[in-house]
């Protein structure tokens, strides 16, 4: 399996994992009590997070906490939500509990990056502008949580959105936004890039072929994001995954 497969899905773990004391060597993630890792078996197809106890700093036998079905044709945003799922298995698994955080009157906006590659934080930054009347609900959910878990409000706020404005056909203010989610999506990190074409665009349509035609449509000009907002309306198909956060089989 190609490595930056195998970085997309580690890089969904990572933050959880590091910021609850967790260490990070050759792919293994360690504290005084356990080891995480992330292993791709080739024969059978499929992704498994593996755990294994620690004692006096000696590794024991790790054994399959999860796993997940994937195929050499599948790519970086499909490994993403691999990553996604393992995430969710590691913060029940190992009883990590997200970090409980201030007031939301304490809570600042998210700012751009100050560099060339935008960030999650620059992308919120923009969705905020395009729709500022979820800056007081992003303040509430950064105070609850303690941390931006930016898929659940993606999905609530920027595609919930956009899917509304495709059911109006309001071309012009749609194409408004993806010119401002292509820039995103050039200059972005691996992270902005996924979060835009999966959770926002993806989540717009979640499959809809009558949502996604006029996606695609309106994405003509935005080649960048056409061919992989197209990929991933046909995955939605039939990737479990994809269809459990986008709350298509519940």
Known sequence: MEQKIIDAVLGEIRPTLTDNGYTEKDGVFTNDSRAVKVEYDESRELFNLLTAEVTAGEVGSYSVAACYLF???QRESDAVAV???FNDTVTSLLGINPRKSRRA???SLPQKSGGDTADIGELCNKILAIFPAYKDLYKERMAEDGEFLYINFFLETAAKEIAQLLEENN?????KIYDSLNDLYVRGDRNVGNTVIVVILGGAIKGDPVKTAAMLEGLEDFPYLKKPVRHIAMRTRK???LREIYGLDA
């Open 239 to 241: 990737d479990r995954f």
């Open 171 to 175: 071309k012009k203010k749609l194409k």
């Open 71 to 73: 195929d050499s044709t």
């Open 83 to 85: 990553g996604i799922d």
């Open 105 to 107: 009157n304490d809570i």
